[in-house]
C-alpha cells in the first residue's frame, strides 16, 4: 500500500474521522466529509494535486447551499504547511463571517459526526472507526472489558453487539434511541441491568466443566455441565433481566438417574436461597461440594478431539461443528453407547425396518437395545 495513503488514512481516522481520502492515480488526493474546527462545522472538498505538497490546492468550503471555493488567490497558507496544519487552522484562516452560516446550528444532521468527536477521548470505553469511515466499533468497556458494539455510520444501524442474543437490542434501540449518545447510554443501562447475569455465569464458567456451548461467549444464556457420572444439567436462563424467575433446568443421563433428581430438583426450587446466587442454590440442592471437574493433575489440559473415548459412537467426532459433545448414555449401565443428541435423532429417523423403528421410538439403545432414556430431547429443543 502506497504509504503517502496510509498517512493520510491515519491522520484523518485519528484527528478527523469525518473526513475521507481519496488518492487517484495521478497521484493527486482528494479529501471530502465534514470537519470542525473552532467549534464551527465545515462540509469541505480539498483538492491537493500535487500531494503531499499544498501546491495548487482547491479547497471548496460550503456555505449555504453552494461550495465557495479557496485557492492560494483568496486563501493564504504558510510556506512550510503540510495536509494536517492546513486542517488544524482551517477555522482560523477562513473569513469568519462566511463561517458562521456554516455553524453546526444549519448543519442538525451532521451532529454524528460532533458526537463522534464528543466520545473520542472517553475512557470508559474504546472507540474505533474503520478505513472508510462507515463504522464505529466500541469495546473495552470499563467493568465489561469483554463487550462491544458496532455501529453503520452515519446511518447508526446496529451491526453487532456482544449482548445474549434472547435480548432484542435491535428492537431496544428502534424504540428508544435516536443518536449515538442514547444508544451508548442504552447499551450501558443494559449491561449494568446485566450484571446479575453475568455473574451468575462467572462462578459456573469458573466452577463446573462446561461443555456446551464452546467457546463460551457473553451472547449465551445457556450452559450445559456434569453433575455426576452419565448425568449432566443444562442450565438456561430464559430472560437475562430476570435471571431466577426465569431459569430452566433439566438434568439430562439414565432414565432412573433423571427421575430421582427430578425430586431433588423440585424440592430444591421450592427452598432456593436468593441471598445466594446460582452455583451455590445448585450444590445446595444437590448437596455437593463441588461439580465433578476433569482430573488434569497428570498434566496439562489433554486435547478432548484426540480422546478416543469422548468419542460419540455414532458419527465417530467429539465437538460436532454446532459445539455440541456426546452426553447421551443407556440406561444399560454396563452399555457403552455415549453419542451427541442430534446423532441419535439421526439415527432413530434413518432406520428403515417399521418394527425397529417402533422399538426405538419407545427408546431402545441402537447397542444393546435397553432402554435409552429420552431426556436427551432437552439437548435437542435449543
Ligand atoms: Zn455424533
Ligand atoms: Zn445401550
Known amino acids: 500500500m502506497d504509504t503517502r495513503k496510509e498517512d493520510v488514512e491515519r491522520l484523518l481516522v485519528n484527528k478527523y474521522p469525518g473526513l475521507e481520502a481519496q488518492l487517484q492515480a495521478s497521484g493527486s488526493l482528494i479529501i471530502r466529509g465534514v470537519i470542525c474546527s473552532e467549534d464551527i462545522w465545515h462540509r469541505l472538498r480539498l483538492y491537493l494535486p500535487q500531494y503531499p505538497a499544498l501546491d495548487s490546492f482547491q479547497l471548496y468550503v460550503q456555505e449555504g447551499v453552494e461550495f465557495k471555493i479557496y485557492t492560494s488567490d483568496n486563501l493564504k497558507l504558510q510556506d512550510e504547511w503540510k495536509l494536517e496544519d ?12 462566511k463561517a458562521e452560516t456554516c455553524s453546526k446550528k444549519q448543519w442538525p444532521q451532521e451532529n454524528i459526526y460532533e458526537d463522534i468527536l464528543a466520545l473520542h477521548k472517553s475512557k470508559e470505553f474504546q472507540m474505533q472507526i474503520d478505513e ?55 447499551y450501558r443501562k443494559l449491561l449494568e441491568e446485566l450484571r446479575p447475569f453475568y455473574d451468575n455465569f462467572m462462578d459456573i464458567d469458573e466452577l463446573c466443566h462446561v461443555l456446551q456451548p464452546s467457546p463460551i461467549t457473553t451472547k449465551h444464556n445457556t450452559r450445559v455441565f456434569p453433575l455426576k457420572d452419565r448425568v449432566y444439567l443444562k442450565l438456561t436462563i430464559g430472560d437475562p433481566f430476570a435471571c431466577v424467575a426465569s431459569m430452566a433446568l433439566k438434568i439430562i443421563g439414565p432414565t432412573d438417574e433423571v427421575a430421582r433428581l427430578r425430586h431433588v430438583l423440585s424440592d430444591g426450587l421450592g427452598n432456593w436461597d436468593s441471598e445466594l446466587d446460582i452455583h ?8 455437593l461440594c463441588y461439580f465433578p471437574m476433569p482430573d488434569w493433575s497428570d ?84
Not at 86 to 97: F, H, M, S, V, Y
Not at 141 to 155: A, G, N, R, T
Not at 280 to 287: A, E, P, S, Y
Not at 325 to 346: G, I, M, Q, R, T
Request: with cysteine; proline share 6%.
Open 86 to 97: 492546513l486542517l488544524d487552522n482551517l477555522g482560523k484562516i477562513l473569513p469568519a463571517k
Open 280 to 287: 451455590k442454590n445448585l450444590l445446595r440442592m444437590f448437596d
Open 132 to 186: 472508510a469511515c462507515s463504522r464505529l466499533r466500541f469495546s473495552d468497556f470499563s467493568d465489561y472489558e469483554q463487550h462491544y458494539l458496532e455501529l453503520e455510520i452515519p446511518s447508526l444501524r446496529l451491526v453487532d453487539h456482544s449482548l445474549p442474543e434472547c435480548v432484542p437490542f435491535g428492537e431496544m434501540l428502534a424504540k428508544n434511541a435516536g443518536s449515538l449518545e442514547q444508544i451508548l447510554t442504552l
Open 299 to 382: 498434566g496439562p489440559k489433554p486435547d478432548e478431539e484426540d480422546n478416543e473415548e469422548l468419542r460419540c459412537n455414532i458419527c465417530f467426532v467429539y465437538r460436532l461443528d454446532s459445539g455440541d459433545v456426546p452426553l447421551v448414555s443407556c440406561d444399560n449401565p454396563k452399555c457403552v453407547l455415549k453419542c451427541h443428541a442430534a446423532c441419535l435423532e439421526e439415527w432413530f429417523q434413518t432406520l428403515m425396518d417399521g418394527k425397529t423403528f417402533l422399538e426405538v421410538s419407545f427408546g431402545l439403545c441402537p447397542f444393546c437395545k435397553a432402554k435409552l432414556s429420552t431426556s436427551f430431547a432437552a439437548l435437542l429443543n435449543d
